[in-house]
């Protein structure tokens, strides 16, 4: 039972390289998330999506795309890393829409932007 | 959205109840009181989740005032695997809700 999976769990870019988080689950879950955390600090929300196709954006999506073509995908994409996008970054997914749903967060990526 | 007050950390000694106290004065007939927790270098993990009633799983036991303008989560008996940061929110009901937003939690430390 895998649930939610994320790679890579480590990496390291250059400023203004290019990369991609990836993220899928193995739930059958319509929604999924994005959240960045920063050393010390809460969760912060960069994008979601309700179903397959169909993404927005959360609190602090500025300098991020998402895709959503399947159902267990969705994958994160970083086009000019920037030292302030170092960060954790986590995928999560539900079932539902989450008032009364639990959220299942996966592992996380560390990256770091130099 | 309705805001929660927790503190920002607080000690507990193994094998005895930890009470963590989450304040949300603002809270509206349709949020859902949730209760998260983050070990360190983890993603964070579901704990337990309420409306109105009392509510009891395997993990904890959340317990929510009369006037549900605060909750506890109940960790019964402490061990050091529960050292974590603790995130309680407010999920609405109504309309189609989709962001979680977690605050800076209270941190719980466990003692040998």
């Known amino acids: 039972n895998a649930g939610v999976t994320q790679t890579p769990k480590f990496r390291i870019l250059k400023i203004g390289q290019s990369m991609t988080l990836q993220c899928t689950q193995d739930?059958?879950?319509?929604?999924m998330y994005w959240y960045r955390q920063d050393p010390g600090m809460g969760l912060k929300l960069i994008y979601y999506?309700?179903?397959?196709?169909?993404?927005d954006k959360g609190e602090v999506p500025n300098g991020y795309n998402v895709s959503r073509s399947t159902t267990e995908d969705f994958p994160l994409r970083l086009e000019l890393a920037a030292p302030s996008q170092t960060s954790v970054y986590f995928c999560?997914?539900?079932?539902?829409?989450?008032?009364?749903?639990?959220?299942?967060f996966g592992s996380g990526t560390q990256l770091s932007v130099l | 959205d309705a805001k929660t007050t927790q503190p920002n950390s607080m000690e507990s000694n193994e094998e005895e109840p930890v009470h963590l106290p989450c304040n949300h004065s603002t809270i509206s007939g349709t949020d859902y009181i949730h209760w998260y927790r983050q070990l360190p270098s983890q993603g964070p993990e579901y704990v337990i989740h309420g409306l109105t009633s009392n509510v009891n799983n395997r993990m904890a036991s959340l317990a929510i005032a009369e006037d549900r303008k605060s909750s506890t989560l109940i960790l019964h008996r402490a061990t050091l695997r529960d050292a974590a940061v603790y995130y309680c929110?407010?999920?609405?009901?109504?309309?189609?809700?989709?962001?979680?937003?977690f605050g800076k939690g209270t941190l719980l430390t466990v003692n040998p």
């Open positions: 999506s309700v179903g397959a196709g169909i993404t």
């Open positions: 929110i407010l999920l609405n009901s109504g309309g189609s809700n989709y962001k979680l937003t």
């Open positions: 999560a997914s539900s079932g539902q829409v989450l008032a009364n749903e639990k959220l299942f």
């Open positions: 739930m059958n879950h319509n929604y």
